[in-house]
Structures are given as structure tokens and as C-alpha cells.
T-cell receptor, first 116, second 114 residues
């Protein structure tokens, strides 16, 4: 399978717990994005990696959120001390080139987080 | 924040009819993209139109772009029940800060009735 893979597909957690999501982009894609999507809304940008460097973070990404892409391949998104407002679909996307413009994004199926 | 606004937010049509969705945005863009999302799934890229293009076709899809009005439309001709999904426009503001800043609208939920 050469698509973007996200794990887990679903996560149910209790308020206050920490959760970690994983994204495996398409091999050799340099750019990696995390988005968050709530019901009835479009995806909202969270953060962007170019290879292993995290180049941009949204104001939506509070101190409880941290993302890494240690070797420029897979990425993890951790949420500490989860709150009910964190309940959402977390989407990962990748695109091929660090330099080119006009690239489309390839999305994974997302991780649906429910905080009880 | 979300740059694009799709109109209508929901659309219900009979199979075989055409579906038109509109998108308005606020800032200068490098390109505009349309994506489709089936319920509970990730987004799938449909078509990309560059800022210097006015119209583009792909199969049953036709996209127009008017940069003077900061608006785009997506036309799906001869709709099928399988076209039932949410459709999002996404604006790419170019290499801002070294990356493609791709911002999504809130989407149009299309229902095609068999």
C-alpha cells in the first residue's frame, strides 16, 4: 500500500489522559501536514513538517499538543491532558516536494478521537 | 481559520442532474484545489486549478476560477449516487514561510438521490 497510513483509526479516551497518533506518509514525500476536523467543518491546519523540520504551527496547537517527525519519515502527534474539546478527526497529509508549488495533498483516513 | 466559504452548504439533487458548488476566498492564491470526502474518511484530491487558469476539466468535473472575484465553482455533470460526499475547496497561498499553505473551506454536503 503506497497511501498515507494513520494509526489508530479510532481512539476513545478519558479526559486528562494522553494520546498519541501516528502517520506514515507516502514514501519519499518531503512535506507532511496535520489537520484537525470537527463535525460539519473543513480541515483546520495544525502543523507542517518539511522533512524532519517543523516549520509552521497553528495557534490552534496549544502547549498540550506536540508533533514530531524524527527521521523525516513517519510523524507522531501527541495530545497531553486531553479535554472534551479535543474530540475531532485528526488528519495527516503529505505531498511530494520541498520546493515545487502546485502540489496536491494526499490524505490518510484519519484518527477519530473521542474524549469522554 | 478557514479561508474558503462554500455555497451552498448542503445540496440534494436527483441522479443524472448536474451539481454546482461555489467557493469564495479572501487572499491572493497560487492555486485552488477541490477535494472530496466520504463520511468518516480522509480527503481525496479531485482537481487543481492554477491562478493563471480560468477553467479546467477532468472527466465529469469542470472547475472555473475568477481571481478578480476571488471565487471558484465546481460543476459535476450527470451526477451519480456514488458522488454523494462532502466537497471542499482549498486555497494554496504558495510558499509562505517555506511551505504550501493550504487552507480549506467548510464544505458542501452533496446528496445524490438514486
Amino acid at each position: 500500500d503506497t497511501g498515507v497510513s494513520q494509526d489508530p483509526r479510532h481512539k476513545i479516551t478519558k479526559r486528562g489522559q494522553n494520546v498519541t497518533f501516528r502517520c506514515d506518509p507516502i514514501s519519499e514525500h518531503n512535506r507532511l501536514y496535520w489537520y484537525r476536523q470537527t463535525l460539519g467543518q473543513g480541515p483546520e491546519f495544525l502543523t507542517y513538517f518539511q522533512n524532519e523540520a517543523q516549520l509552521e504551527k497553528s495557534r490552534l496547537l496549544s502547549d498540550r499538543f506536540s508533533a514530531e517527525r524524527p527521521k523525516g519519515s513517519f510523524s507522531t502527534l501527541e495530545i497531553q491532558r486531553t479535554e472534551q474539546g479535543d474530540s475531532a478527526m485528526y488528519l495527516c497529509a503529505s505531498s511530494p516536494d520541498s520546493v515545487a508549488t502546485n502540489e496536491k495533498l494526499f490524505f490518510g483516513s484519519g484518527t477519530q478521537l473521542s474524549v469522554l | 481559520s478557514q479561508q474558503g466559504e462554500e455555497d451552498p452548504q448542503a445540496l440534494s439533487i436527483q441522479e443524472g442532474e448536474n451539481a454546482t458548488m461555489n467557493c469564495s476566498y479572501k487572499t491572493s492564491i497560487n492555486n485552488l484545489q477541490w477535494y472530496r470526502q466520504n463520511s468518516g474518511r480522509g480527503l481525496v484530491h479531485l482537481i487543481l486549478i492554477r491562478s493563471n487558469e480560468r477553467e479546467k476539466h477532468s472527466g465529469r468535473l469542470r472547475v472555473t476560477l475568477d481571481t478578480s472575484k476571488k471565487s471558484s465553482s465546481l460543476l459535476i455533470t450527470a451526477s451519480r449516487a456514488a458522488d454523494t460526499a462532502s466537497y471542499f475547496c482549498a486555497t494554496d497561498e504558495g510558499n509562505s514561510g517555506g511551505y504550501q499553505k493550504v487552507t480549506f473551506g467548510i464544505g458542501t454536503k452533496l446528496q445524490v438521490i438514486p
